[in-house]
C-alpha cells in the first residue's frame, strides 16, 4: 500500500500521485490511457489543473473505472485567469472533472492574467483576495482542501497574516537538485505539506529527465544516485522517489510506462547515511548554480513568467 501524509486540516493525501502535466497540448487520448493504467497498477492520487487542458480526460478515466469516488484523492488548480473569479473557475473544473469534489485545489501561481496579461512583480498582488475567495469555497463541501502552488517563502509571507485558512499544501518543485530546504522547514514550522513535482529532476522542456541538454546534468544519471541504486538493487527513480517521501513531502511523478508506474509507487527506506548524502547533493561546486540559473531562466518555479527565483 502507498502511505499517506496527513494534512493540517486532517484530510490525508496518498504520498505518491500521478503527475497528469503533458505539455502545452494537454495529451488527449494519452491522457486517459495513463490515468486508466495508473488505476490499474495502483495509483489513487492524480493530479491535474486547469491549465494543464485535460482535466475532461482524467475525470472521464476515473469515473469509468468504477473506483469509487472515496478511494481516489482528486487535485486540480486554478489557473491565472481565475484569480478574479474563483468560484467560476472552481466549478468549470468541476463540470470538467465530473466529479462531486476534488480533495485539494491549488491556486496554480502567486500571479494572476490581468486583461490578459499576467502581472509583474511590481503590479499589485492578487494572490490575498483570491486566496479569501478559496477559502469560501471550504463551506461549499465541493472542497475536502485548499492550497496553493509555486509560492515562495517571500510570497507566504505576504499572503499569511491575511488567511483564516492556512494552506494545507505548497505545490513546488522539489528533488536533490533543488530541495527547497528553506521553503520546506518555512511551511513545516507554519504546517503547510510541501508537495515535490518533478521529482525526478526537471527536464529541459519537453524531454524526459534521462536526456541531459543544455548542459543540465540529469538526476537519473547522477553518480551519487546511481551509486545508491546498486546497494538497493533499485532503480534511480525509486531512490529519488523514497528520498522525496522519507523527508516528509509527497511525490507526483508522471509516468505512461507502465513499469516505471509501478517502480514509482514502490518506494523503500533508505538508511540515514543515504538520506545525508541526497540531501548534501545540491551543495557540490558548481552543480546549484548551474541549474539555479538554468531554473531562474527557462522553466524553473517563477521563470515561465520572466521573475527570478528571489522574486517569488
Ligand atoms: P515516461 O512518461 O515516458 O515514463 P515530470 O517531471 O512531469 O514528473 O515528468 C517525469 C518524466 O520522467 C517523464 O518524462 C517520464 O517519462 C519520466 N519518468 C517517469 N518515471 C520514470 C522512471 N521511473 N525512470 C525514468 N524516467 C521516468
Known amino acids: 500500500d502507498i ?66 469516488r472515496e478511494q481516489l484523492y482528486v487535485v486540480t ?42 502581472l509583474q512583480p511590481e503590479d499589485a498582488p492578487t494572490f490575498i483576495d483570491t486566496w479569501k475567495d478559496m477559502e469560501k469555497l471550504l463551506g461549499t463541501g465541493k472542497v475536502k482542501s485548499i492550497g496553493v502552488s509555486n509560492f ?7 499572503l499569511l497574516p491575511h488567511c483564516k485558512i492556512v494552506p494545507a499544501v505548497n505545490q513546488v518543485e522539489a528533488h536533490p537538485f533543488l530541495p527547497q530546504v528553506e521553503l520546506k522547514n518555512f511551511c513545516e514550522d507554519k504546517g503547510i505539506l510541501i508537495t515535490a513535482y518533478s521529482p525526478l529532476g526537471r527536464p529541459p522542456s519537453g524531454q524526459p529527465p534521462t536526456v541531459p541538454t543544455e548542459g543540465v546534468p540529469s538526476l537519473l544519471s547522477n553518480s551519487t544516485v546511481v551509486g545508491i541504486t546498486e546497494k538497493y538493487k533499485v532503480t534511480p527513480a525509486q531512490v529519488l522517489l523514497s528520498w522525496g517521501v522519507q523527508r516528509g513531502t509527497p511525490v507526483i511523478p508522471k509516468s505512461e510506462n507502465e513499469e516505471r508506474m509501478r517502480a514509482n509507487i514502490t518506494l523503500l527506506h533508505l538508511d540515514e547515511t543515504d538520506m545525508k548524502v541526497l540531501d548534501t547533493e545540491h551543495t557540490k561546486p558548481g552543480l546549484h548554480r548551474s ?17 527570478t527565483y528571489e522574486q517569488m
Not at 504520498?15 to 486517459?32: E, K, Q
Not at 468549470?92 to 499576467?118: F, N
Not at 531562466?297 to 515561465?304: E, F, K, L, W, Y
Request: net charge negative; hydrophobic share 35%.
Open 3 to 68: 502511505p499517506a501524509f496527513t494534512l493540517n486540516d486532517g484530510t490525508k493525501m496518498p504520498a505518491v500521485g500521478m503527475g497528469c502535466w503533458m505539455g502545452g497540448f494537454g495529451g488527449g487520448a494519452r491522457v486517459s490511457a495513463m490515468v486508466k493504467k495508473a488505476l490499474e497498477v495502483g495509483y489513487r492520487h492524480f493530479d491535474t489543473a486547469s491549465g494543464y487542458g485535460n482535466e475532461e480526460q482524467v475525470g472521464a478515466a476515473l469515473r469509468e473505472s468504477g473506483i469509487p
Open 152 to 158: 515562495s517563502i517571500k510570497t507566504l509571507t505576504e
Open 77 to 118: 488548480k486554478l489557473g491565472g485567469s481565475g484569480h478574479h473569479r474563483v468560484e467560476e473557475a472552481f466549478e468549470e473544473s468541476l463540470a470538467k472533472l465530473g466529479i462531486e469534489y476534488v480533495d485539494l485545489y491549488l491556486m496554480h501561481w502567486p500571479q494572476g492574467d490581468c486583461d490578459g496579461r499576467t
Open 291 to 307: 541549474l539555479m540559473s538554468y531554473h531562474s531562466t527557462i522553466g524553473g518555479q517563477g521563470s515561465v513568467f520572466g521573475w
